[in-house]
């Protein structure tokens, strides 16, 4: 049980980081149709991450 507890943890982590990359890192790099999708990913991995908890 605690390894799943761990795992989700890292997992929303590892989701906020990226969410925040894209907010603030990607937005002079990349277009708005990619950003989207990279922000769907991340949101979709803190979905995954809520799951696991």
């Known amino acids: 049980?605690?390894?799943?507890?761990?795992?989700?943890a890292l997992s929303g982590l590892?989701?906020?980081?990226?969410?925040?990359f894209a907010a603030h890192g990607l937005q002079s790099r990349v277009g708005p149709a990619e950003l989207?999708?990279?922000?769907?990913?991340a949101r979709?991995?803190?979905y995954?991450?809520?799951?696991l908890l």
């Open 14 to 20: 590892f989701s906020v980081a990226l969410g925040a």
């Open 48 to 51: 995954h991450a809520l799951a």
């Open 44 to 46: 979709y991995q803190m």
């Open 36 to 41: 989207a999708v990279f922000e769907t990913g």
């Open 1 to 8: 049980m605690r390894i799943w507890l761990t795992i989700g």
